[in-house]
C-alpha cells in the first residue's frame, strides 16, 4: 500500500495532446488563408532544415529539427489543401486515420513464459471452487431463514408453542425455544454459571410461581440458560459476572425478533389475546422490563425503590409516565427526591426523558369509502386515523384545529364544474399533482426508542388495528407505521404538536348490518401508551347506495325559478345560482371532461365516530 502511494505521488500525470494546425504555426483561429500561406513562408525560411543548425545547447539533432519542419508543413497543408482539411476534419490528423493500441496492466509474473499452467490452477480454484462455495454458502443459508429473519427450525418451534391464553410469562418462555441461541450458548457456555443466574433472579426478579416452575422443569441446558438469562435481563440484575452480564444483553436483540415472528403466527390464527401479548411482549423486551411490572421503570434512576415510593406501598395498579407527569412538579420532587431514592440532578434527567418520548395521542378516526355516501357489502373500506405526538408532562398543549382534522380529498366543486362545461383544471390533473405533492414530501421518522438496555438502536413502530372484543378476535390485521408526514420535535427538540394523518384500507363485510370494532394503537417500544377508541362499521345494502346516489344528482333549484323563491322564503338564504351554460362547441368538450371526472371523482364519507 504505502509503495502504491509513493507511486501515486511522483508519477506525473499524462494527458494525450490534440495535434492542433493553429497551435503548430502559431497562428490566430481567425486568420484567412492569405494570413496562412504568409507566415507559413516566414516559418519557413527560419525553421527550413537547409537553413538552420542544430543547437548543442539545447541537445537539438538534425532529426528533430527535420521533424518539425515536416509538422508545420502538415499544419500548412492542413489549413490550405482541401482534401487534407477533410482528412483532419474527420480523423483529427491530416494523415487520415491513427492507429492505437489498448493495454492491460497485468503483473508480469501472469505473462511470464512458462507460468501460465499456474494462471489456469488459481482461475479454476477461484471461479470453480471458492465462487460456487460462497454462492452456495449464501443461497442455503437464506433458504434457513423465514421472512421475518428466523431460523425455519424455530419458526417451527414456536408454531408448537402457540396456545390461546398465552400470558406475558408465557411468552417470555417462548422466546428460549429459538435456535439463535445456539451460537451465544455453545460448548461449556450452555451450562456455565446457571445456577448462579437462577439464584439471582429468584431472589430479585418478581416471576410468578408458574413461570418459577416453568424455568425448573426445562431439561435442555442451552434453553434454560437462556430463559434464565432473559428473565435476569427483564429484571435488570446484575449477575457480578462479566461473561454473564454480557451473556444476558446479547440474549434480547434475538428475542425481539422470535417475538415478531410469534406475532405473524399469532395474527394467522386471530385471538386477540396473544396477538395483543406478542406486541406488549416487544415493549417489555426492548425496556427490559419484566411482565406486569410499573412503567416508571422506562425512566432512568428508577428502581422498584422509588416505583413504590410514588405509587405507594400497596397499590394494586401502576402509575403510568402520562400520569406520573400530570402530578404537581411539587409533589413529583417529594416522591421521588430523598434518601434512598433520587437525587435533584437525577430527578431532572428522568423528567427531561420522560418530555421527550412520542406518545402518541388519538384526534379522531373515520371509516369510508372512496366515491361513496356509505359502505356497501364487500366495498373497499378506507380507515383514516388522525393522531398527533403529545409527550407527557408539556407545559402547554395546544387544541387541535378543525382544519387539520379535516379529510383531504378531491375537490368537489372542480368535479362539478368539470361536468358542467365550466372546469379550469381537470380533475385528473389535479388528483395526479397531488399525488406528486404527497410523493415529494420527505417522511419525517420518530427519534430513535429510549432503550439504554437494549443492545440495538431501535426506531418506535405504531401497529394500528381493529379489533372485535365480544368474540376475542382481530377484525382487521394490524397496519404498521414508522414514518409521518410532519415533524414530530422540532430542530430544539420542542414539540411540534402537528397531526399526523394515517390511512389504511380493508374490506368491509359482505353482510349488511353494524360492526362495532375497538381501533388499537400500540407502540411496539414504550409500555404505557396505548390507545383505544370505540368505532361502529356501518355496511348498508347496495338499494340505500343507490338512493343517495340519485339524491345527489338532485339539482338545486335556480335562484329566478318559483321553487328557488320559496326556499328563499323558508330558508332565508338564496340558492346559489345556476353556472351559464357554455357555447355548443365548448358543451362537447364539457361532456368529455365530465365523463373523464366521473371516473376519478372522489367523495369524503365519514361513516361513524370522531375521536377527540
Avoid at 461473561?243 to 395474527?267: D, H, M, R, S
Avoid at 384526534?363 to 380507515?383: D, F, G, W
Wanted: charged share 25%; proline share 7%.
Amino acid at each position: 500500500m504505502a509503495w502504491m502511494v509513493y507511486l501515486i505521488t511522483v508519477t506525473a500525470r499524462s494527458a494525450p495532446k490534440i495535434w492542433d494546425p493553429y497551435e503548430i504555426l502559431g497562428i490566430s483561429r481567425s486568420a484567412d488563408e492569405r494570413a496562412i500561406s504568409k507566415h507559413y513562408k516566414r516559418l519557413s525560411v527560419k525553421f527550413h532544415p537547409d537553413k538552420i543548425k542544430p543547437d548543442p545547447a539545447k541537445n537539438e539533432t538534425v532529426e528533430m529539427l527535420n521533424e518539425r519542419f515536416v509538422e508545420l508543413t502538415k499544419a500548412y497543408k492542413t489549413l490550405t489543401d482541401e482534401e487534407i482539411r477533410n482528412n483532419y476534419i474527420q480523423f483529427g490528423h491530416p494523415d487520415g486515420k491513427q492507429s492505437f493500441s489498448i493495454g492491460i496492466a497485468l503483473p508480469k509474473f501472469i505473462v511470464t513464459e512458462g507460468n501460465g499452467k499456474f494462471v489456469l490452477l488459481l482461475y479454476g480454484i477461484l471461479f470453480g471452487v471458492l465462487l460456487p462455495y460462497t454462492v452456495g454458502r449464501w443461497w442455503y443459508g437464506n433458504q434457513r431463514y423465514t421472512k421475518d429473519n428466523v431460523l425455519v427450525a424455530s419458526a417451527g418451534n414456536l408454531f408448537r408453542e402457540y396456545k390461546p391464553g398465552l400470558t406475558g410469562g408465557d411468552m417470555i418462555g417462548t422466546m428460549s425455544i429459538g435456535d439463535e441461541y445456539t451460537e451465544l450458548l455453545n460448548g461449556d457456555h450452555a451450562h456455565s454459571g446457571l445456577a448462579k443466574i437462577e439464584k439471582k433472579i429468584f431472589e430479585s426478579v418478581d416471576m410468578s410461581p408458574t413461570d418459577k416452575l416453568a424455568l425448573s422443569k426445562l431439561d435442555d441446558e442451552r434453553r434454560r440458560k437462556a430463559l434464565a438469562l432473559l428473565w435476569a435481563y427483564l429484571g435488570r440484575v446484575d449477575l457480578e459476572d462479566n461473561t454473564l452480564n454480557n451473556e444476558k444483553f446479547q440474549v434480547a436483540p434475538p428475542a425481539v425478533t422470535l417475538n415478531n415472528a410469534f406475532t405473524t403466527i399469532a395474527l394467522a390464527f386471530g385471538n386477540l389475546q396473544p396477538i395483543m401479548t406478542s406486541l406488549h411482549t416487544s415493549q417489555n423486551l426492548i425496556q427490559a422490563i419484566a411482565p406486569n411490572s410499573s412503567p416508571l421503570l422506562q425512566l432512568p434512576y428508577f428502581t422498584p425503590n422509588v416505583v413504590r415510593s410514588v405509587e405507594g406501598e400497596h397499590s394494586k395498579t401502576h402509575m403510568t409516565i402520562q400520569k406520573f407527569m400530570k402530578l404537581p412538579e411539587v409533589k413529583r420532587r417529594s416522591m421521588t427526591i430523598g434518601s434512598g431514592l433520587l437525587t435533584d440532578s437525577q430527578y431532572q434527567t428522568a423528567v427531561s426523558v420522560a418530555r421527550r418520548i412520542p406518545a402518541l395521542e388519538l384526534c379522531k378516526a373515520v371509516l369510508r369509502v372512496q366515491s361513496e355516501k356509505v359502505i356497501t357489502p364487500s366495498s373497499l373500506v378506507q380507515l383514516v386515523v388522525k393522531a398527533r405526538f403529545v409527550p407527557p408532562g408539556c407545559e402547554y398543549v395546544p387544541p387541535v384545529k378543525e382544519s387539520d382534522l379535516v379529510i383531504e380529498d378531491i375537490d368537489e366543486d372542480a368535479i362539478a364544474d368539470a361536468q358542467t362545461g365550466n372546469a379550469t383544471v381537470d380533475p385528473k390533473e389535479k388528483e395526479k399533482k397531488t399525488q406528486s405533492e404527497k410523493e415529494d414530501e420527505p417522511e419525517i421518522q420518530p427519534p430513535l426508542a429510549h432503550a439504554p438496555y437494549f443492545a440495538r438502536d431501535h426506531s418506535p413502530r405504531w401497529h394500528i388495528f381493529l379489533a372485535d372484543v365480544k368474540q376475542d378476535r382481530m377484525a382487521v390485521p394490524p397496519f404498521t407505521f414508522t414514518k409521518f408526514d410532519k415533524p414530530i420535535f422540532d430542530d430544539e427538540g420542542k414539540p411540534t404538536f402537528n397531526v399526523q394523518t394515517m390511512k389504511m384500507q380493508f374490506q368491509a363485510p359482505p353482510q349488511v348490518g353494524s360492526f362495532p370494532f375497538v381501533l388499537n394503537i400500540v407502540c411496539d417500544s414504550y409500555i404505557g401508551f396505548d390507545q383505544e377508541q370505540e368505532i361502529t362499521l356501518e355496511v348498508e345494502d347496495l338499494e340505500k347506495a343507490a338512493a343517495v346516489a340519485q339524491e345527489d344528482d338532485i339539482s338545486e333549484p335556480d335562484e329566478d325559478s318559483i321553487a328557488g323563491q320559496m326556499q328563499a322564503l323558508k330558508t332565508g338564504q338564496a340558492p346559489p345560482k345556476k353556472k351559464r351554460v357554455a357555447e355548443s362547441s365548448e358543451d362537447d368538450e364539457s361532456d368529455t371532461d365530465g365523463d373523464a371526472a366521473d371516473d376519478t371523482s372522489e367523495t369524503d364519507t365519514e361513516t361513524d365516530t370522531d375521536g377527540e
